[in-house]
């Protein structure tokens, strides 16, 4: 036989009005006043457990973005650093054995800024029109 757990009695104190409503509702629903209250309480704490839920889903949503937007500059920032590494090493190999002064080093420097600068552009554009 099927052994049904057992109903905790909760009072409550209601206005007048309420209490109409909830005799006209179970005498409507064709049930006790206990089961339409039981009922309406069920559903009330599902949609508080829903809410909460959601909640929960709505800050895991702005943090993913959060870490979603970081990432997204680190590889940009990647891509620049490559970008300069590249352009450097082309420099160095076109210039390999031949002495140079402080004020070519910074020209390719600022040269290797400018050519990272177009690269990362470019992958960004790209990206955006893709999408």
């Known amino acids: 036989m099927v052994r049904r757990q ?13 209490a109409e409503e909830i005799d006209r509702l179970a005498a409507a629903g064709g049930m006790s006043k206990s089961q339409l209250v039981r009922e309406l309480l069920e559903a009330k704490l599902t949609e508080r457990a829903n809410q909460r839920q959601e909640d929960a889903y709505d800050r895991l949503e702005k943090r993913l973005k959060r870490i979603e937007d ?3 500059s680190l590889i940009v920032k990647n891509m620049k ?17 031949k002495p140079q002064g402080r004020s070519f ?3 390719h420097w600022n040269e290797s800024l400018e050519f990272a600068g177009k690269a990362a552009e470019s992958k960004t554009t790209k990206k955006v029109v893709e999408e």
């Open 6 to 18: 057992p109903l905790v009695t909760v009072s409550a104190v209601v206005t007048p009005a309420i």
């Open 70 to 72: 970081r990432f997204s």
């Open 81 to 97: 650093y490559s970008a300069q590494a590249l352009y450097l090493e082309m420099k160095n190999l076109e210039f390999s054995g």
């Open 105 to 107: 080093l910074d020209k």
